[in-house]
């Protein structure tokens, strides 16, 4: 653990909110949502099988329901019921001022920016593995179930992501590593977590820019703009 000095200077120069919860509760948080998730997808593929498109679709949809859901279970579970703490404690409250919001923009603009040269960039050089993969036609669905799984993807997902990795794991490892290698090391957890090398650096920058959302306003409901936002600009011309 870092000197308690140092830590608290770090704290006085952002709105990092100070936590009831240590390293072992998000340790045993994450193998949760790990193990959670195995257990998820392997089920899908299971009862997928060779059903029909439109029983498949619900299944797809039930997937991306359930993957937010056991995000906020975990941090339920080890954070506020198991210290009694309020909701609160993770953010979820409006931030003091209203720059926060053009914050949230200017992250988003960056984010996105950022994603733009890089595909241009592996893409010109012939990097194709490292080039962001396009979510295949069909995947979310018709009708009704685009939908929800556009609710999912869009708004459930960008809540239930925001609160487990910057809302439960990122001020937790500040008194361990300080702020900034709790952003970096949140931020690593974050781009592994979408399991594609594709956009494992810009998922990485995002993570960069929405902890820093969080750190500077001390809110959690920036970063679930900005991210909610760019979530829905991608949604919007996936086919």
Request: a positive charge; aromatic letters at 10%; charged letters at 10%.
């Amino acid at each position: 653990m870092r000197g308690a000095e140092t830590v608290s200077e770090e704290r006085g120069r952002t709105r990092v909110r100070r936590v009831p919860w240590a390293f072992a509760d998000t340790a045993q948080a994450f193998a949760l949502v790990v193990a959670g998730m195995v257990i998820l997808v392997f089920g899908v593929v299971i009862i997928r099988g060779d059903r029909p498109v439109g029983e498949a679709q619900a299944v797809n949809s039930l997937m991306l329901f359930m993957g937010p859901g056991l995000l906020v279970l975990a941090v339920w579970l080890f954070g506020v019921r198991r210290h009694r703490a309020p909701w609160s404690s993770l953010g979820f409250a409006l931030p003091g001022s209203r720059r926060s919001y053009v914050f949230s923009v200017l992250a988003l603009l960056l984010s996105l920016g950022f994603a733009m040269v890089y595909t241009a960039t592996v893409t010109a050089l012939g990097f194709d593995a490292l080039i962001p993969p396009a979510i295949p036609p069909g995947t979310l669905g018709d009708g009704v179930y685009r939908i929800i799984n556009t609710m999912s993807v869009g708004i459930l997902g960008p809540i239930a992501e925001e609160t487990f990795f910057r809302g439960f794991l990122l001020p937790a490892g500040v008194p361990y590593v300080g702020v900034i290698a709790a952003v970096i090391a949140t931020s690593a957890l974050f781009a592994v977590s979408h399991l594609m090398v594709g956009v494992l650096i810009p998922v990485f920058v995002s993570g960069l820019l929405l902890s820093w959302l969080y750190v500077k306003t001390g809110s959690i409901v920036p970063p679930v703009i900005a991210h909610s936002a760019q979530n829905l600009l991608f949604l919007a011309v996936t086919p």
